[in-house]
């Protein structure tokens, strides 16, 4: 990775300084032609554990490695050259300790070139956040639906939905905005609870599920485009759908090479006449 490379990104204070201002635009990205398509386009890549579900046909994001995040980082940050690049940190890599995040967090950073990485939790996850940032690794928030916490949570359903639970939510994005985070992902929460945390914090709110109010958005690319069909997620909204495309696209081929249709003469490799003397 080259100096440029990291002095042409979108920033962390560019980041920070569209609180309130002009909308932070994020989608996922978990292989490098599809950074390349996207980059042009978003402020952040993130490179999300939710690739265990959308890439490796996962049930949850809980069986995501690093190694795994790191693979498919590496590919976005080589595949992208303005946004920046953001990696979440794999379930049971960070949460155990400050020291056991720092760990994952400067490998991550290390051997993917990326310029910060996310991890979930609240008030809980605060010293670590600031161990982090204190030490020169930018860290991304998430409060809300946190899915590495589903089988806490009893599920994927929205929150926020009692009074308690609202206070409780807002005091944790509260704690991680104290701790140094530049920006928060509020995922899947009622919209007065987006609002109040976004009006409250002084980064960034990125919501998935969050509702207008919140600073900007960020949404999984396979939702976008159509390529994850096993649910759809009522906050999401699809811009295209490939999913058939692409089952055409393969029925065609198919097609094609059962009947010999293809390969065609332009695919295939003649023998080259000698040049005359
Ligand atoms: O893993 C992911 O893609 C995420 C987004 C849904 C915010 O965390």
Known sequence: MSVTNIMTRVSVPDVMARKGAEPVVVLTAYTAPMAGMLDPHVDILLVGDSLGMVVYGLQSTLAVTTDMMIAHGAAVVRGSSRAMVVIDLAFGTYQESPEQAFRTAARVMAETGCTAVKLEGG????????FLVERGI????HVGLTPQAVNHLGG???RGRSTAEQDKILSDAQAIAEAGAFAIV?????EPLARRITETIPVPTIGIGGSAACDG?????????GTFSDFKPRFARRYADLGPQ????????AEDVRARRFPGAENTFALRQPART
């Open 123 to 130: 008030i809980e996850m605060a010293d670590t956040v600031r």
């Open 186 to 190: 509020v995922e899947a929460v009622v």
């Open 156 to 158: 994927f359903r929205a």
């Open 217 to 225: 958005q960020v949404l999984v690319i396979d939702d976008v485009i």
């Open 138 to 141: 930018p860290v991304m928030g």
């Open 246 to 253: 692409i089952g055409e696209a393969a029925r065609l081929y």
